[in-house]
T-cell receptor, first 114, second 111 residues
Framework: GAVVSQHPSRVICKSGTSVKIECRSLDFQATTMFWYRQFPKQSLMLMATSNEGSKATYEQGVEKDKFLINHASLTLSTLTVTSAHPEDSSFYIC??????????FGQGTRLTVV | KQEVTQIPAALSVPEGENLVLNCSFTDSAIYNLQWFRQDPGKGLTSLLLIQSSQREQTSGRLNASLDKSSGRSTLYIAASQPGDSATYLCAVLSGGGQFYFGTGTSLTVIP
């Protein structure tokens, strides 16, 4: 299957700082990328959907000014957690799809805000 | 909106037992269904993928079935081992490319 690379796999940051997570499709053009998060002992929930060159669509309850998503190219989407707080500590994972329906996951990023 | 439910939420079995994990979904218009394994603090490991036109997939000791019309899937694990202890997630892929995840089953295999 296609490869989606997510970086970093783990990050620890201080409260109030911003953290950027990258999601790259290595061998296909990702017209759409999805960002999910998983709080402890809960399942993964969709945060937002981004189409290349367009503004991301956020799910209800997700603050678009706090979780900035940029999908400027067909192979890269970034999620920036701005002014991170301990309650933002979570597991974030992206998935990417091309014009077909198949979608593939990145490895995920474990964010810890201290 | 698609809703995915997994039963049981937690399961503890002695080593060597065969076991079945259940997944149900409300909208049968899916592209595929995947079973994932997640170890504590780690990412997702894809175990089996069943296309919407398929009824089952097998990999080693794992067998997953799909009954799209009834909105059900099962993951069968044969001869369980302590290394199988993890959380198992099922996820359905919609036509729009979005995954809907189940709530997960936490499996503990006791040596």
């Amino acid at each position: 299957g296609a490869v989606v690379s997510q970086h970093p796999s783990r990050v620890i940051c201080k409260s109030g700082t911003s953290v950027k997570i990258e999601c790259r499709s290595l061998d296909f053009q990702a017209t759409t990328m999805f960002w999910y998060r998983q709080f402890p002992k809960q399942s993964l929930m969709l945060m937002a959907t981004s189409n290349e060159g367009s503004k991301a669509t956020y799910e209800q309850g997700v603050e678009k000014d706090k979780f900035l998503i940029n999908h400027a190219s067909l192979t890269l989407s970034t999620l920036t957690v701005t002014s991170a707080h301990p309650e933002d500590s979570s597991f974030y994972i992206c998935s990417a799809k091309d014009r077909a329906t198949e979608a593939f996951f990145g490895q995920g990023t474990r964010l810890t805000v201290v | 909106k698609q809703e995915v439910t997994q039963i049981p939420a937690a399961l503890s079995v002695p080593e060597g037992e065969n076991l079945v994990l259940n997944c149900s979904f409300t909208d049968s218009a899916i592209y595929n269904l995947q079973w994932f394994r997640q170890d504590p603090g780690k990412g997702l490991t894809s175990l089996l993928l069943i296309q919407s036109s398929q009824r089952e997939q097998t990999s080693g000791r794992l067998n997953a079935s799909l009954d799209k019309s009834s909105g059900r899937s099962t993951l069968y694990i044969a001869a369980s081992q302590p290394g199988d202890s993890a959380t198992y997630l099922c996820a359905v892929l919609s036509g729009g490319g979005q995954f809907y995840f189940g709530t997960g089953t936490s499996l503990t295999v006791i040596p």
